[in-house]
Structure formats: C-alpha cells, structure tokens
C-alpha cells in the first residue's frame, strides 16, 4: 500500500462561501436586470409588438395590457421551471442546474433585443416575445432555489440571513441596473430613435453580463449542506451533512413525504405573498403606473422608480443581517404591517401635484426600504423551511408560484382594475391586502428559527 493510499480518500473539494455567494447572485442580477428592463420599457414594447399600426409614442391601454400579459406568462411558467429545475437541482445538484439556467436565461433575453417588431413580421411578432418571455419564466423559475440553496448551505455560521440576503440583493441592483440602463437610453437618445431601435440595447446587454455569470458558476463545486445520492464518499446515507451555515450538527431528519412538502409550500406562499405583490407594485409597475394614470413622463417614471429601488437596496442586507442576530419573524413581520399601513398614504402623496419632490422621494425610499425588510430574510427563512433533498424544489416552487399570481399578475390586475373602476389608488389596495395575509402567515414563524441548523 502506497503512503497516498494510507492517507484514505480526499476530502471532498469544498467552494469558498464567497464564490459561491458571487456566483448565485450574478445569476439574480442577470435574470432581474431583465425584469426591470422589460418593466421600465413597457409602454415602449406595447408600442412596438402589441400595437397594429406602427407607434412612435407611448401606447394606449389595449396594447398596455397585452404587454402585461406577456409579463405574466413569464411569470406562470415559472412554477414549471421550479419543478424541472428543482428535482435537477436536488438529484443531480446545484452547480449543473445553475449553470444550464444561467445560459437558458441569457439566450432568451439576448433573442428579445433581436426580434423583429410588428411592423416588420406582423402577428408572429407579439407570439416570439410572448415565447422568449416563456423560456426566460423557465429559467428563471429554477434560477431562485439553485441559487438560494448554494448560498444558504454554503453560509457560514449563524450568517444564513446574511448570504441569503443576497440573492434579493442581486434582485435590487439588477432592477437598479435595468432602471438605470433604460433612464440612460431614454436621456441620451430621441423618442423616435428609442422607440425604433433603442430599446434593443439594454436587451442586449444580457449577453456579457450573462458571460461573467457562467464563468462564476463553472468553477463552483457542490457546497457542503446540499443533498446527495444515497452512498456518497461526501455525506453519509444515514444522516445528512451537517450545514456550515447552522450552529451544531445537522439532526437526522425522516424523509420528506410529499403531503408534508406541499404543506410547507403553501405556508411559504403564504409568508412572501406581500413581498412579491409590493415588491412588484412599488419597484417594477410603477413606472407604467405613473405615464399611464398620472401622466408622468417617462424620464419622470424612470426617476421614481430608481429612487424606491435605491431604498429597496439599502435595507436588504441590514435587514438580512438582523435577522442572524433577532430572528426572521420581527423583521419581516415589520415589512408587512409597514406596507400595509402606509401603501396608501404614499399613493396619496405621488397623486398630489402640490406636494413637494423631496417628500415624494422619502415616500419612495421609505416604501422600497419596507420592502426590503421582507426581501432581506426571506431567501433563509424559505431554505430553513425544507429538508436538504427537497430545497432546491420546495423553496423555488413556493417563491415561484407566489411570484406568478402576486408579482406576474401585478401589472395586469392594476392596470385592469384602474381602467374599469377609474379609482387611482387600486395599486395601494392591492399591496396592502396582500401584505396584511402575508403578516398573519409570518406570525407563525419560530423565533429561533435563525438558531436552528438546516436539516
């Protein structure tokens, strides 16, 4: 026997938790640098796909709205995504799965910024958008449990909160960034040009951005927390390995059963409902909400949304990391009950062509912050919800199906509502109603929850 043979077998090769923490929040960025694009560039795709005649300004409600069907289909076939990419994710593992839907999401969204307008192909035109936003609702489906699952079991001790937090970080610069993107393309070029050719860049732009994120993910390797076959050399089959992001080890834990599994979805559904529904309303719809209802510009639009998204960011991960240190229940508990007690007082303030722009802003930055204090936690407290053979599947199902009816359907619903009732302040209903549910869903969280390691 050799000296290398008594040596027994290498320790398996373990990612450091900063390569994979970059490499699960490069994948969020591309797949919600999209999202804020398409949001921002609304009015402008409903122009260019959804209108018969071909438009040089902003589209009437007709065409707003099958624009906005094209965003909810995005989102509907999430779920599917979640499930395809789920099961993959925790039988075959993340860095696969991670890798195949960061190149699924960057070809789609590259194709949007080469598809031909309705004025070019006709009808076929809204039908490829429509088919792209599909490909792109796949991907990003499976993106959300990969990504979480990679960086909450590759967390350090007592800091799931914070490298959770992450991924709804990613979610905050990826909007800053379309946002960002769109307000550069619309200032530095005419509306004539905008809406013949500019709003192709920032689609385009997907493509590098999507480069760097593949190149993150090819060098990861399975983090220690995750699931693996039974008889693997890296985890015993009896009992599974012990999560470097819990304090003590990992206990043994029966096998999930699927009732069981379907419970802790629909309770998860139940705990993010308000975080999707306000984080769309205020961070995504908006712009729309306002050229369309208020009659804003879209310089104007683009302004205020960049403003609630800045105070989106900033409260992620302070809020991510409080939660390490006080539980997840209190801050998000926090989040819901704010939107829900101020989502209409700020609608009333961005109504009131009296009130002052530094007033309007703080209304902004504070509505994003609350929203924050939901999306900071939420990534860890949904992976402490599921054992590690279902993680991947139970989060991305939950966070996916609460994203396909209280985000998907944001802009559809309010843009629907408004126009049947004319009443102005249907956006703030809907963010509270959804934020006063999701309060009562979160009360029945465990205070050490934050405390406890993942099975």
């Known amino acids: 026997m050799t000296p290398l043979q008594l040596r ?7 990612t450091h938790p900063r390569r994979a923490l970059l490499a699960g929040a490069a994948g969020n960025f591309v797949e919600w640098y999209e999202f804020g694009v398409y949001g921002c560039f609304a009015t402008v795709i409903a122009a260019r796909f959804f209108t018969p005649d071909t438009a040089t300004g902003p589209a009437g409600a007709g065409p707003l709205l099958a624009t906005y069907a094209s965003f909810a289909v995005a989102f509907f076939f999430r779920p599917v995504g979640a499930l395809l990419f789920g099961r993959l994710g925790d039988r075959v593992g993340r860095r696969p799965t991670l890798i195949l839907v960061i190149c699924l999401m960057t070809a789609a969204t590259t194709l949007i910024g080469l598809l031909p307008t309705r004025a ?3 009808e076929a035109a809204p039908w490829l958008l429509t088919l792209l936003r599909a490909l792109q609702g796949l991907s990003a489906g499976g993106e959300f449990g990969g990504a979480v699952a990679l960086m909450t079991e590759s967390a350090p001790p007592g800091q799931r909160g914070r490298h959770g937090a992450w991924q709804s970080f990613t979610v905050a610069l990826g909007l800053l960034a379309g946002a960002g993107t769109a307000a550069s393309a619309a200032g530095l070029l005419s509306p004539e040009a905008l809406y013949d050719w500019g709003w192709r860049i920032p689609f385009l732009l997907a493509l590098p951005l999507g480069a760097v994120a593949l190149w993150l993910r090819t060098g990861l390797t399975e983090p220690a927390g995750a699931h693996r076959p039974e008889g693997s050399p890296e985890a015993p089959p009896d009992r599974p390995a012990p999560s470097p992001g819990a304090v003590g080890p990992a206990p043994t834990v029966p ?39 208020l009659g804003a510009s879209f ?15 900033a409260a992620i991960l302070p809020a991510g990391i409080l939660s390490d240190r006080v539980g997840r229940r209190p801050v998000m508990l926090c989040g819901a009950l704010c939107v829900t007690l101020l989502a209409l007082p700020l609608l009333h303030l961005l109504q009131d062509p009296g009130a002052a ?12 912050a609350a929203v924050g204090l939901l999306a900071g936690p939420g990534p860890a407290m949904l992976a402490e919800m599921f054992p590690a053979s279902v993680r991947c599947t139970g ?17 559809l619903v309010v843009t629907a509502l408004i126009a049947a009732t004319g009443d102005t302040d249907v956006p703030a209903y809907y963010a509270a109603g959804a934020c006063a549910l999701s309060a009562v869903a979160l009360a029945s969280l465990r205070r050490d929850d934050h405390l406890r390691p993942l099975r």
Do not use: D, H
């Not at 310089?299 to 960011?313: D, H, P, R, S, Y």
């Not at 989060?395 to 802009?411: D, I, K, W």
């Open 8 to 14: 027994g077998p290498a320790p398996p090769a373990v």
């Open 120 to 122: 070019a192909v006709g």
């Open 255 to 293: 096998a999930p059963t699927v009732p069981g599994t379907a419970r802790a979805i629909a309770l998860g559904i139940g705990r993010i409902m308000g975080w999707s529904a306000a984080g769309y309303t205020f961070l995504v719809v908006l712009p729309s909400y306002l050229q369309a209802t």
């Open 299 to 313: 310089q104007e639009a683009l302004i205020a949304t960049t403003v609630a998204n800045l105070g989106f960011a």
């Open 357 to 368: 722009a530094p007033a309007k802003a703080a209304g902004l930055l504070g509505a994003g």
């Open 395 to 411: 989060l991305g199902l939950a966070y996916a199906l609460a994203n396909a009816v209280f985000s998907g359907c944001a802009g």
